[in-house]
């Protein structure tokens, strides 16, 4: 059984885990300031030379946004899309995400936010997400050209304001940026930087960046002057003010020095008593703040032994927004998220005192969770791959792609047909030269049929409603009536002559109810007999259309992405569900076909550079070992890297997979003129019709 720590209550496989905060917790030295710090510079610097943008970039994050822009200020009237988040303020990593703010006069927000995910969704963005229940109901996806992760909240007005002072921050001095980026990798690289996972988000460590910068000498504090400017944002007032033309100060201090100092002051930081804050420029206490220690802190939380524990209280990690005054940064943080960030600081510090290695303080955990991040080298899984292996991923992948585009062409077809089954049972095609012969036949009637029964229900309605007595009521009354006025008169008890005429008279109007009756019954019995044949013709047309195509019908059978999701009765709108059905099957299915063409045209290309590479290797190889320093060898054309050795990035290939980029136009057209055949057709695929109207009214 392992033995539990007195002082600290953990276990021995939790002080394993958090070594650095349990020996300072149990009166271990906190860790001192490196003495020298100058000797991580190139290191520091190295750093932020590789979080430079590729060459490219920029040009590919122009164009995601101004197409995000384009969709959704025509979708949505009014609004206006704005960046902010790291790509604004410069601080961004590589690979870091594109937080886009959508400006729209307010409206349900959740239901905006699904719009959105729809719109991308239909736009062939990948891994959609929409987060209605966040603070900020947020829309996160991937943009599969570009890579780019991007984030779309809507309304998110203090965040533009914060990004704008995160701006001028970094405008100040260069340092800014690069301290910031330095701590920035070192949280990612550590799993310290992911709110949702429970530990501080990316803009939080660059609040900690800043503060310690103001106290460092090298910034003053933006937020100061008389001259308050106040902002109203969904009705509660915030001090926006700004001081946009401040100088940053005169302080020698190097990169270094400001990064290693960084760890030693926030591994010293006393937690309990306070508050990080940039609007201030220096630390609140937490009572003057009003943010107590609450219990249960992370540790009671780690170290009880209750099934469940609870929630950790509010204020831990104090962290104060600079604008959002009763905003505390740490209320993401989850108590083994604190656990590790307090232990992660100490540790870094320690390394920098003992004089560790930059990269081995950085060294990656759960590389795993970083891979979906752009490589340095797209190439990097195939180097060490032979010839033959790498043409037998090509072929497999050929085959793979071969068998997924016939599947999405005979998910195309039923799509195309069960719109016309719509159509058709809606009684509204009228065009349908391009069907076959029975098939015509069949549908024509359906449509004919379906006039007749409309106009049978009509009349029947129509009788209906003037009588309101039914039928065989009617005939018993006339029976009675009839039998009144014919039976012999017993002489006691004679009727007046106004009772004899009021008899005869409404003998009379009963014999007219009758006629009345009686056609409307038939219309009745007529209208029943009609919907039978109409579900009869319909059931003949769906085994039809079954059968339209057998290796269509096959392959839809082996969809697993439809299973469960036939139709079960012959109403059209369970044809109109299948449209819908098929439309998401297809949608995942472009989203598989478009990686595949992606890892087809990487392993293409690799065949070509390797091929490039036999005839023209020599000189070119030896340029390519190391990174030096060299201005020209960082900046290699996609196509000098194609035939040498060099690691390629994403941005590098994309030139390269132009031809498959023309094969995508030329399909798109096909599908587009498609499209062109159904409006021909009356544009009337299920539901289309309507959706185009309400697109307007927007
Ligand atoms: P991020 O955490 O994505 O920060 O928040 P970032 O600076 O863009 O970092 P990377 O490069 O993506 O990792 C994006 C923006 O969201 C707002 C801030 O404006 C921040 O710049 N934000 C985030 C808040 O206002 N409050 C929060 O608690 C978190
Ligand atoms: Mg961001």
Redesign the pocket.
């Given at each position: 059984m392992s033995s539990t720590c007195e002082i600290t209550g953990l276990s021995e496989e939790q002080v394993a885990q958090w070594p650095h905060i349990h020996a300072v917790l149990t009166g271990g030295d906190l860790p001192a300031l490196s003495e020298s710090a100058n000797s991580y510079s190139k290191d520091l610097d190295f750093t932020i030379a590789s979080h430079r943008q590729p060459k490219g970039e920029e040009k590919r994050r122009e164009g995601l946004i101004t197409h995000l822009e384009r969709s959704l200020t025509t979708r949505f009237k009014g609004s206006n899309l704005i960046v902010?988040?790291?790509?604004?303020?410069g601080?961004?990593?590589k690979g870091?995400?594109l937080?886009l703010c959508l400006e729209m006069p307010p409206k349900d927000q959740k239901k905006t936010v699904k719009r959105i995910s729809g719109m991308l969704r239909s736009q062939g963005m990948e891994s959609v997400q929409a987060l209605t229940r966040a603070t900020v109901p947020i829309v996160k996806f991937i943009d599969p050209r570009s890579g780019f992760m991007v984030?779309i909240?809507i309304n998110?007005t203090?965040?533009?304001h914060?990004?704008r002072l995160?701006s001028t921050y970094a405008g100040l001095d260069k340092r800014v940026g690069e301290v910031t980026k330095c701590i920035?990798h070192w949280a990612?690289h550590r799993n310290l930087?992911d709110?949702a996972e429970g530990t501080l988000?990316?803009?939080?460590w660059?609040l900690l960046a800043i503060q310690h910068l103001q106290m460092e000498g090298l910034i003053p504090n933006l937020q100061t002057g008389k001259d308050r400017t106040f902002v109203e944002v969904d009705g509660m007032e915030f001090d926006l003010t700004m001081d946009t033309d401040a100088k940053g100060n005169d302080s020698k201090a190097s990169l270094a020095e400001l990064v290693t100092s960084f760890f030693h002051r926030y591994s010293n930081w006393d937690w309990s008593e306070q508050v990080v804050s940039i609007r201030n420029g220096s630390p609140l206490t937490r009572e003057s703040k009003g943010w107590m220690n609450e219990e249960p802190s992370a540790i009671t939380i780690i170290t009880t032994k209750k099934q469940k524990p609870g929630r950790m209280g509010e204020h831990h990690l104090c962290i104060e927004?600079p604008f959002?005054l009763d905003?505390d940064?740490c209320?993401?943080v989850r108590p083994e998220g604190e656990m590790r960030i307090r232990d992660e600081l100490i540790r870094a510090a320690a390394m920098f005192a003992n004089g560790a290695k930059w990269s081995e303080i950085c060294t990656t955990v759960d590389p795993e969770r970083l891979s979906n991040l752009e490589p340095d080298d797209l190439f990097h899984d195939l180097r060490t791959k032979s010839d033959d292996d790498v043409k037998n991923m090509r072929d497999k992948v050929a085959g793979e792609l071969d068998s997924l585009e016939m599947r999405i062409q005979a998910l195309e077809d039923e799509r195309q047909v069960t719109i016309r089954m719509a159509k058709a049972m809606r009684g509204v095609i009228e065009e349908t030269s391009d069907l076959r012969k029975e098939h015509k036949t069949t549908i024509q009637g359906l449509s004919k049929r379906n006039k007749e029964i409309d106009s049978i229900k009509n009349q029947r309605d129509v009788i209906n409603t003037n009588i309101v007595i039914p039928l065989h009521m009617i005939e018993d009354e006339l029976s009675k009536v009839y039998k009144r006025l014919t039976t012999e008169i017993d002489i006691h008890r004679v009727p007046s002559l106004n009772r004899e005429k009021e008899q005869f008279s409404w003998f009379f109007e009963l014999q007219a109810m009758h006629a009345k009756g009686r056609e409307a019954s038939e219309h009745h019995q007529r209208f029943i007999q009609l919907v039978k044949e109409q579900k009869s013709e319909i059931k003949k047309l769906k085994v039809f259309e079954s059968e339209h195509d057998e290796t269509t019908a096959k392959l839809l059978a082996e969809e697993p992405l439809l299973k469960d999701k036939d139709i079960t009765t012959n109403e059209a709108r369970s044809y109109d569900r299948r449209v819908v059905n098929i439309q998401k099957a297809l949608r995942t299915r472009r989203g598989e076909l478009h990686k595949l063409r992606r890892e087809a045209g990487r392993l293409d290309a690799w065949i070509r550079k390797k091929a490039g590479g036999e005839r023209g290797r020599g000189d070119r190889r030896g340029g390519d070992r190391g990174r030096g320093k060299g201005k020209g060898r960082g900046s290699k054309s996609p196509r000098e890297k194609a035939v040498s050795n060099a690691p390629m990035t994403l941005g590098d290939i994309s030139g390269l997979l132009s031809a498959l980029d023309s094969t995508d136009e030329k399909k798109e057209k096909k599908i587009s003129s498609k499209k062109a055949g159904m409006r021909k057709l009356g544009n009337l695929g299920a539901h289309r019709g309507n959706r185009g109207s309400y697109k307007k009214k927007e």
């Open positions: 902010f988040g790291s790509s604004k303020t601080l961004s990593l870091g995400d937080d984030d909240s998110n203090l965040a533009v914060n990004t995160l920035k990612l930087s709110a988000s990316s803009y939080a660059s927004d959002n905003h940064l209320r993401v």
